[in-house]
């Protein structure tokens, strides 16, 4: 059994940074596609990024190209999301996955979840 916890979040200002850690423990971490959703009030879950267990590879919402960076550290166990140049529809709960189906692409792919942490981001 995976078990995923998200760690951070918070309020930011428009145009800020922040970084969300996600540690993984119960399971072989290399063993699994990792992803970053998010999920803003009276929306449905969606796919921010998701990366793979070698190369590795990565895969990002459209919208978000170029502003998050999702990485890995399989020696830690932990998972990243790197977020810059923050704007306010950025504001959701965001969550940790993990599956072990290298094609795991939208949310109901995707077998274990963390609990989710806040972000708000101000104008």
């Known amino acids: 059994q995976v078990r995923l916890v998200e760690i951070g979040g918070g309020s930011v200002q428009a145009g800020d940074s922040l970084r969300l850690p996600c540690e993984a423990s119960?399971?072989?971490?290399?063993?699994?596609?990792m992803a970053w959703f998010r999920q803003a009030p009276g929306e449905e879950r969606i796919l921010v990024a998701r990366i793979t267990w070698r190369g590795p590879t990565t895969f990002y919402h459209d919208s978000l190209k170029g502003r998050f960076t999702i990485s890995r550290d399989n020696a830690k166990n932990t998972l990243y999301l790197q977020m810059n140049s923050l704007k306010p529809e950025g504001t959701a709960v965001y969550y940790c996955a993990a599956d072990q189906d290298f094609g795991a692409l939208v949310a109901g792919d995707y077998e274990y979840w963390g609990q989710g942490t806040q972000v708000t981001v101000s104008s």
């Open positions: 119960g399971g072989k971490f290399s063993n699994y596609i």
